[in-house]
């Protein structure tokens, strides 16, 4: 079945960007998302890619698809400690269907 | 901005006890969704509804789920006899159109003792 897969952890100090990864097994993902849960709050939509796109830029936000690789990405520009949460990945292969989600990325920021 | 909200934020339950987990999405989503996510592990899909029916449902959502929409405003998840491995924090999510992302609520944590 499908896997998504991103690292658990991240620290960077305030003013840096973060770059979180995420790389997925199933080559007929046609939605990537990226979602920021905050301690006790639910799953807020950050940002989404289409699979026929390589970057989207959302304000500080850049997210960088390598479809060949199966390799997402999502970059933080000018991390705040506000952006400390959890970054969850997830795919689905059509639009409404099911997600997979990722196992999670705690960013920390440091002052 | 518009939410979607779950009651209550936490249940705890007795083994064996059915629940019932409330969610109002947001009024004009026509795609309903809960997922769950067991402490330390991933969020996993359990169940899509629209047009007042099931849509896809995963290996999870066995006989012992079901969903509702009884009325025009709420979506509810029934757990008819509950299980400690049913311990988990629900989210339940909406979206207006297909491939819209969806707005997940802030969850209702699950204890099942």
């Known amino acids: 079945g499908e896997d998504v897969e991103q690292s658990l952890f991240l620290s960077v100090r305030e003013g840096d960007s973060s770059v979180i990864n995420c790389t997925y097994t199933d080559s007929s993902s046609t939605y990537l998302y990226w979602y920021k849960q905050e301690p006790g709050a639910g799953l807020q939509l950050l940002t989404y890619i289409f699979s026929n796109m390589d970057m989207k830029q959302d304000q500080r936000l850049t997210v960088l698809l390598n479809k060949k690789d199966k390799h997402l990405s999502l970059r933080i520009a000018d991390t705040q400690t506000g952006d400390s949460a959890i970054y969850f990945c997830a795919e689905s292969m059509d639009a409404g269907n099911m997600l997979t989600f990722g196992g999670g990325t705690r960013l920390m920021v440091k002052p | 901005e518009p939410e979607v909200t779950q009651t209550p934020s936490h249940q705890v339950t007795q083994m064996g006890q059915e629940v019932i987990l409330r969610c109002v999405p947001i009024?004009?989503?026509?795609?309903f969704y809960w997922y769950r996510q067991i402490l330390g592990q991933k969020v996993e899909f359990l169940v899509s509804?629209?047009?007042?029916?099931?849509?896809?449902k995963s290996e999870i959502f066995d006989d012992q789920f079901s969903v509702e929409r009884p009325d025009g405003s709420n979506f509810t998840l029934k757990i008819r006899s509950t299980k400690l491995e049913d311990s988990a924090m629900y989210f339940c999510a909406s979206s207006r159109d297909r491939g819209d992302g969806y707005t997940f609520g802030s969850g209702t944590r699950l204890t099942v003792v």
């Open positions: 509804f629209y047009n007042n029916e099931i849509s896809e």
């Open positions: 009024s004009n989503h026509l795609y």
